[in-house]
């Protein structure tokens, strides 16, 4: 990940934490009504990065609406999704708060509050309709503008588009929306896609996913419209893979986060690989992999930490897609972006 | 934490995972036992980071020996010590090996493989003599080196020196044994104290922890004799405490490592203090923290994290005891090093 694209959910770059400050609904008192009906004791909340410096605010917030004696926590440990749920905190609380993301797997002990954004979409999307075709277009955005989502298909069926949505898989919670490393409700019938929201990370998944389709960003944020590029991503990819090619030792990385786990396809790959070496961890860092005397590793876990962060690695780093063609049992050609899919 | 010193059963720069590779005795034949006694289907190995690189070498060596279909893991998180097992791992596998540590607490699920150092102790005593007064002295060292223990003993002895030595308590397996956040061993009734064993973390801990002892300390990794100064570090302290005074916001860290967490102590501050937030983790580094809104941390977890890392945080970052100086709990001259006592 560079500095510019860090992950989904991960606000810190998107403008989203600094314009909107006041305008998230934080659902207070839906946390309140848990506490009172399950008389809890402990209650646990959970940022995504770019919302963490508002835990004091919503902690003192909460505080002042809840029973004296009533203990809130906040998780200090990274999170970049509904994928990446703190288990160990979810586990001793009463009522676990995850913010900023939309239900990955619905549970009674999680309250997701969302977070919409309240920032009006029409104007930027106004300026996009220049970089599109009139007919047929793919509609989607993020978790945070899933409000408005039938506000921008009306909009845009107003003005003489067929719009094409679609839910994907059970991954997504709603119509039209993607994830970082999930872009299934991009799968229709239109060469063209409109993406309304921040940021850069969402839109070139989806262009390295569909590369066939023209895909255009509406950022209501930033407030600019772009054309999503992947090439540069791809010659990274090529890049990595070629280098592993030679690779001696091969370390295969099953991630231990709730929603990020592939079991079956990292045990695959080191039943049939003698060379390779299972290694199991939360949060995958270049820092964390540096000390093993590896060649290049396969990431099991979140796509975007192999494609965003790759080139910080020390040895190539690669998807199982990708370690598929390094190891020859595929032809490079048929490398493919890899996503994610089900819940867990 | 600097970059020259790490942490507790970190080798990375104390010399020994470089000049005694092929020495260590990893004990293959026990973890064998084990895996057929219980019939295991799922081995977990956890390295400290400077021997993280020998992982691939050790599980080839057990996956020779081992039967068929036995799957062998290694963990990717950080290890610190023994206090720093992982949990996630050792739920998940029948045998779980903790490599490079001396138990804290028995268990018959986990395997603990200490990996003594073969290297001689007696020649840098030799010289280590020299900056000792002839008397009482007390001796101590560190899990790598209490193979040695009794030779180093003597060999004082036979030199006209009254050791005087302690077990320390129970988060301490051996007699004469130190941890990074555990000198009790050295509580002993001598004005000096001679350390054997490499690097400068533990002896610089046992002067600030003991400020009234001249710890000499004999390294026979490095081949050097050196005084701990511990004068630069408390100076870091007091600057801390002293730039906390105004803080308006303090996050409290309650550490979720099963041999770090003090939850008492985090909840006794945030209950006495309403602008005090409690902040649970694992890792606590500086780039986790950073986005949070806070004037200072406490840290209730590794007391080491505090001392070694602390200037690397953006904004001070106290122990418990330090917290009760900046907020007029306490008088500054009463400031203690912090250290860590009991098992989990």
Known sequence: MSQDERSAGDLRNT????????????????????VEERDAEKVGMQFPEGLKRRAPHVADDLRELLPDGVRVMISGKPCYGACDLDTYMMRRTDVFVHFGHSPMKDSEKIIYVPLFSNVEVTPIMEDATEELETGDVGLVTTAQHMNKFEEMREWLEERGFTVHTRRGDERLTNEGQVLGCNYASADIDADQVLYVGGGKFHPVGLAMEHPEKNVVIADPVNNVVTIADHEQFMKQRYASVHKAMDAEKWGVIFCTKIGQGRWEQANEIVENNDDAYLITMDEVTPDRLRNFDMDAFVNTGCPRITTDDGPQ???????????????GNKPLDEMEFDTFHGTW
Chains 1, 2 share one sequence.
């Open 15 to 34: 403008g989203l934490s600094l314009r909107h400050d006041r305008t998230w609904d934080y659902e207070l008192e839906r946390i309140v009504e848990a």
């Open 313 to 327: 690695f020390h040895k190539p780093m690669l998807t199982p897609g990708e370690y598929e063609c390094a190891v």
